[in-house]
């Protein structure tokens, strides 16, 4: 598995507040059944939105291993894993509750068996015309109060070259819901290429450069899946609820593809080094 270079990533800010109506209550209507029943205008449908949901695409056994795994390498079964990242809080607490881990599946095989499903891997190479390449694992732990992910793009965040196609997998393991943080997405935001982002809450879209009309929410049961295209538009608010929203997140890339230099993602992507505002 490659590595790319990732651009700002401000896990540790603490959270600032931000406008509940930066995310609505339209909620998606499309969903496909499992990752084995994907046809072709389904794939059509991916390239014309951004996005592709599953409501099945993994199994209970399945979902109960992941969460098995990512509690193991959180205590430390796991003696070499350093991926855990914490939750920022402006309270002198000894203890924070795990935000995220990372670069996982080289350490437990639970993780790397759905990283490498067979079915997820032929989607990835319809959608990519080429063999794909996960070159970023996370396990996304939302806890109640858990803070939002703003709006941005995740081709954003890589070195890769700006017409590289990449492809973020997110696989529900608890229910993803409106209350607990459940992502959102903008359809069609993909087809208008790079968009300037700012070091605000997190690395990100301007709050006022957000499609607020276009935004659709994707619940999911455990075991359900959203596929979406790295230049699509999407977010995840604030965990309001008292229940948690666990999920894993992985990102492909054609083996095909190339890097390319911060300096010149920023050029495409950085919105102060292009002399604008937020």
Same mark, same amino acid.
């Not at 881990?101 to 993780?111: I, P, W």
């Given at each position: ?34 990752? &084995? ?5 389904? @794939? %059509? ?6 996005? +592709? /949901?599953?409501?099945? *695409? ?96 995740? &081709? ?5 070259? @700006? %017409? ?6 997110? +696989? /529900?393991?608890?229910? *993803? ?102």
């Amino acid at each position: 598995m490659k590595k790319v270079s990732a651009g700002p990533v401000l896990d540790e800010q603490p959270e600032v507040g931000h406008e509940r109506d930066l995310y609505g209550n339209q909620l998606s209507t499309e969903y496909t059944a499992d990752l &084995s029943s994907v046809e072709d205008d389904d @794939i %059509d449908a991916f390239f014309e939105r951004g996005y +592709i /949901a599953f409501e099945r *695409a993994f199994s209970p056994a399945e979902v109960r291993d992941a969460l098995s795994a990512i509690d193991d390498l959180i205590a430390g079964e796991s003696g070499s894993f350093r991926g855990v990242q914490y939750e920022a809080s402006d309270e002198d607490k000894t203890e924070r509750p795990v935000r995220k881990l990372m670069s996982f599946v080289e350490h437990d095989a639970r993780l790397a068996a759905l990283a490498e499903h067979a079915d997820l891997h032929a989607l990835m190479q319809r959608l990519l015309g080429d063999t794909p390449e996960l070159f970023q694992d996370m396990a996304l732990l939302k806890n109640p109060g858990g803070r939002e992910k703003p709006w941005h793009q995740d &081709s954003a965040y890589f070195n890769l070259a @700006i %017409d590289t196609t990449v492809l973020g997998v997110w +696989i /529900a393991l608890d229910q *993803a819901t409106l209350d607990n943080g459940c992502l959102h997405v903008l359809p069609g935001t993909h087809r208008m290429g790079p968009a300037e982002h700012f070091k605000v809450r997190d690395w990100q879209l301007c709050d006022s450069a957000v499609e607020r009309r276009l935004d659709v929410a994707v619940p999911l049961p455990p075991g359900g899946c959203l596929i979406w295209h790295g230049l699509l538009h999407h977010g995840s608010p604030t965990n309001h609820s008292s229940q948690s929203r666990r999920a894993l997140q992985f990102h492909y890339r054609p083996v095909s593809s190339s890097s390319i230099s911060t300096e010149e993602r920023m050029q495409h992507f950085g919105g102060a080094v292009r002399g604008a505002e937020c």
